[in-house]
């Protein structure tokens, strides 16, 4: 009978060892999860606050029904997200980015889904709706390197500018919660390992 390799056996060992600590990573990371949700679904029933209340924004406090006077960044800067509009024909949810004073903290304001994709005509005010953060677009390797700019705080207002129609309420079912599946397949990935480096060794050592 052939010795067992050392030296692979120590890499394939580390390597599952690896997964597996990837594994119960997951399964942490679905328990935190699960409280951020809880904690989602109780802000949907708490009172208005004013977004500046709220700042920094916290993952905690997403999904809370808050106001902010917006004043329009100068020369206007309008970003677009895919929406539906009633029916479920696609459109473009119109999201500016606005200022609440000379050195407030600014903020964005999706104010509904327009017929076309010409920005609105629309000067400002009260935004009132559920608070989430701005879509972050940032790539990924630059993620990969921690250059991630922080999150801004985005109203989606329960009543869209005029002429719009208003864009679907965000809501905490929407929020992914995959660590279980991630978990389940690191640990698959660990034992698929160790099944076919076991195989590898016993056909190493059959007779010839």
């Known amino acids: 009978m052939k010795k067992i390799p050392i030296i692979p056996t120590l890499i394939v060992a580390l390597a599952a060892l690896a997964m597996v600590r990837l594994g119960f990573w997951q399964i942490d990371r679905l328990h935190q ?20 209340a709220l700042l920094p924004l916290k993952d905690q406090d997403l999904f809370r029904r808050a106001s902010a006077n917006c004043l329009p960044v100068q020369p206007a800067k309008w970003l677009q997200r895919g929406g539906r509009l ?5 459109g473009w949810r119109m999201i500016a980015f606005c200022a609440t004073g000379a050195e407030g903290p600014g903020f964005a304001a999706d104010i509904g889904i327009p017929a076309s994709d010409v920005p609105p005509a629309w000067n400002g005010g009260v935004v009132r709706g559920r608070v989430i953060t701005l879509p972050n677009a940032t790539p990924l ?4 390197l921690g250059k991630v700019p922080p999150d ?7 009543t869209p500018a005029p002429g719009l129609v ?7 079912a929407d929020v992914p919660n995959n660590h279980l599946a991630y978990a389940v397949q690191w640990f698959l990935f660990a034992g698929v390992g160790i099944i076919i480096y076991g195989v590898a060794l016993w056909r190493r050592s059959a007779p010839k």
């Open 152 to 158: 801004m705080p985005m109203i989606v207002a329960e």
């Open 141 to 144: 390797f630059a993620r990969m």
């Open 166 to 172: 208003r864009s679907p309420d965000p809501s905490p």
């Open 33 to 52: 999860k699960q409280a951020l949700l809880a904690s989602f679904a109780a802000n949907e029933t708490k009172a208005p606050v004013a977004l500046p």
């Open 86 to 90: 009633p029916g479920g024909r696609p």
